[in-house]
């Protein structure tokens, strides 16, 4: 399993994780019929396309190695983080903007609150994210001897993306006293597939789905709104 973190400014850097094997290459699947959500679209002069950016990355999703494709219409967008926020609006609550969903790609903006932690869960998936406000810190997991452990970390800043393989397991904290916002987008049905998420202090298997994942997000909401009372 390899974990590529890339910069619009550096597209060559990687960090390996010790003890994880090279991801295999991705197989090409025709592009399904597309169903879209609405979604605000804002116009201006420095402001993302937000039609143009999905419309990139639908395109760039019928390339052979499609996650690669993708990864890089989503690393020029958050080269420029300010167009971003323009379009997308600043980070003020927990939850998901959805951009894009079909059976082969998902495309959504997500925010975390303050200190916000996500437990241990998979995608069953390829997954491209890149950040462009806060920051959010990974801890990649993997199934051992003596069960789950975390076998590596990094960190994502404003302005960066990784590309995290199919069989990825992570966790996900903002380390920051303020939102964190990334637009992150799945090689399939990201809601629509039943996942796996790993309780935080005991590693038990739970199923897990975007409703589950919605939950975590309102008691989160809930959370930082109690603390600014």
């Known amino acids: 399993m390899k974990f590529s973190f890339k910069t619009p400014i550096d597209a060559g850097r990687r960090r390996l994780l010790g003890g994880l ?20 679209i804002r116009t201006g002069g420095n402001s993302m396309d937000i039609e143009r950016f999905v419309d990139d990355c639908i395109t760039a999703n019928r390339e052979v190695d499609a996650q690669a494709a993708v990864h890089e219409v989503l690393a020029r967008q958050v080269s420029t983080p300010g167009a971003v926020i323009k379009a997308l609006g600043e980070p003020s609550a927990a939850g998901f903007n959805v951009l894009l969903k079909s059976e082969s790609l998902t495309i959504f903006a997500a925010v975390w609150t303050p200190q916000m932690n996500l437990m241990p869960h998979s995608h069953l998936m390829w997954a491209n994210i890149g950040i462009y406000a806060g920051r959010e810190d990974n801890l990649f997991w993997q199934e051992t001897e003596r069960g789950m452990r975390a076998v590596g970390a990094d960190s994502l800043f404003v302005k960066e993306s990784a590309m995290l393989p199919v069989d990825v397991v992570h966790s996900v904290t903002n380390p920051l006293p303020r939102f964190t916002g990334g637009i992150h987008i ?30 975590i997000f309102d008691r989160e909401n809930a959370r930082y709104a109690s603390r600014q009372g």
């Open 21 to 40: 094997a090279a991801l295999a290459a991705l197989s090409f699947l025709p592009l399904p019929a597309i169903a879209r959500q609405q979604r605000p």
């Open 186 to 215: 799945y090689g399939g049905d990201f809601f629509g597939t039943t996942r796996s998420q790993w309780d935080p202090e005991t590693m038990e298997e739970q199923p897990s789905d975007g409703d589950k994942i919605r939950a």
